[in-house]
């Protein structure tokens, strides 16, 4: 099994809302990311786990709230979003080390009404 | 401030010809390089990687380049396949690394059969 798989694939949330993305891994990875990326824009890092703790956060606002309750799950708590966080979000693992490539889930496409 | 940058937003090539992708990068502290392939509605997908201390990395089709001194690289195809068609991301980590990857904002391929 060398998939990551993200759910859901499409969600819609009002401002007030509270909703969370899903990532699943099987792989035995022990790094996991997530990324957000905006239209014509690269992907851009939030957060890094590795052995199931943050290790990485970009300055990411508190409306975004990562978990990570075992070495196959990472979650993104939404809370109180705005319009400009609609984004495609990507999760993604990898093997813990150096000079390793990440393995992406398909996204999420969020949009913030 | 973009430290990965991919100017050619788009390109257009024959097939059974080569297509070249190029990269530049402002980090000397990068030291590792990816190149990942994405197609709509699909996460990224990694293709090929090099390290700095290498200057040529081949893996079938894919040929990855590396020039420390202009912090260039490019992805040559050859032969180009209709199945080549994707957006390419060009992507560095510094060294030590921790999987802390910048992405460049794309390069979108379409091999013309």
């Known amino acids: 099994d060398t998939e990551v798989t993200q759910t859901p694939k499409h969600l819609v949330m009002g401002m007030t809302n509270k909703k969370s993305l899903k990532c699943e891994q099987h792989m035995g990875h022990r790094a996991m990311y997530w990324y957000k990326q905006k239209a014509k824009k690269p992907p851009e890092l939030m957060f890094v786990y590795s052995y199931e703790k943050l290790s990485i956060n970009e300055s990411v606002p508190s409306r975004f709230s990562p978990e990570c309750p075992n070495s196959s799950l990472l979650n993104l708590h939404l809370h109180a979003l705005q319009p400009e966080d609609s984004a495609l979000y990507l999760c993604a693992s990898s093997q813990e080390g150096l000079n390793t490539e990440a393995f992406f889930g398909q996204g999420t496409r969020l949009t913030v009404v | 401030d973009q430290q990965v940058k991919q100017n050619s937003p788009s390109l257009s090539v024959q097939e059974g010809r080569i297509s070249i992708l190029n990269c530049d990068y402002t980090?000397?502290?990068?030291?590792?390089f990816l190149w990942y392939k994405k197609y709509p509605a699909e996460g990224p997908t990694f293709l090929i990687s090099i390290s700095s201390i290498k200057d040529k990395n081949e893996d079938g089709r894919f040929t990855v380049f590396l020039n420390k001194s202009a912090k260039h690289l490019s992805l040559h195809i050859v032969p180009s396949q209709p199945g080549d068609s994707a957006v390419y991301f060009c992507?560095?980590?510094?060294?030590?690394?921790?999987?802390?990857?910048?992405f460049g904002i794309g390069t979108k391929l379409q091999v013309i059969p």
């Open positions: 980090n000397s502290m990068f030291d590792y």
């Open positions: 992507a560095a980590t510094p060294s030590g690394g921790y999987q802390k990857v910048t």
